[in-house]
DNA sequence: CTCATGTTCAACCGAGCGGTTGAATAGAGG
DNA sequence: CCTCTATTCAACCGCTCGGTTGAACATGAG
């Protein structure tokens, strides 16, 4: 299969899924409660659990004839810790960028200000 | 099309487009300069491109024949957000979990300890 | 053992995705 | 105008996805 961060958001793209996720944060539940406000076959909310439990995000035990589903917050820190590397990298561009502007507006614009920008790289 | 979320999320299930993120955080770049490392035609470049667009994650602008992509981390917040959100749920209910357990531990195991949990909820 | 409940497996279907190739468009420059 | 470069559009292909239905499996209760 492909890596675990593209199975994580994956599993997060679906509407229904995130839905899931939202609702498994407040307590867990068997398939039946989860599928109950969802117009769709037991099935398909079968499938997108498997899909869940693929990506990390969710535990499954056993309980009688319930398969209690559990959610597990560690996975979302593998996401959180990549989405905030790049935003950063992002907003610290952007950052530099403005201080870049708001130099030239002051100075007389030579090529003081594209040397900042390289020097900073 | 679907919601933002879900567009954003299923652009960066992808392991080319998170890797094109990752280099567009450190400088914006054209599509001839994104398509260079990797062993697939242009044209794939450039879907991959438009997904990334529509899901709000870059810009472009025109310039003489090239079209720079530029990253835009604003969008990165709304998945934030939402992670963290639940993930603060999820954990803070773990927590919970462990102080009930602990309470098990230290108290004679009466019905002291599934109250607790009920009365948290 | 039989039965009811809860869940999953299997096969199928239509839509969308990531990839391809070939042709078209946009703009700079001789 | 013609051409070269950069990029996109269009049509197609195989695969996966989210959904369906019908059958199978697992387990507790009578």
Redesign the pocket.
Same mark, same amino acid.
């Given at each position: 299969m492909d890596d675990e961060l593209s199975r994580v958001f994956?599993a997060l793209?679906?509407p229904?899924?995130r839905d899931m996720v939202a609702r498994l944060a407040v307590r867990d539940a068997?398939?039946?409660?989860l599928a109950e406000p969802y /117009?769709? &076959?037991?099935? /398909?909310? &079968?499938?997108?659990?498997?899909?869940l439990e693929d990506a990390g995000l969710v535990s499954?035990t056993?309980?009688?004839?319930?398969?209690?589903v559990h959610l597990e917050a560690e996975v979302f820190d593998l996401m959180t810790k990549w989405i905030e590397r790049y935003r950063r990298e992002a907003e610290e561009r952007y950052r530099r960028l403005d201080a870049v502007l708001a130099a030239m507006d002051a100075n007389t614009p030579t090529e003081t200000a594209t040397d900042q920008e390289r020097g900073a790289s």
């Open positions: 994956a793209a679906d229904t899924r068997t398939v039946n409660e /117009a769709v &076959s037991l099935q /398909a909310i &079968s499938k997108h659990l498997r899909v499954r056993r309980q009688a004839q319930q398969r209690p």
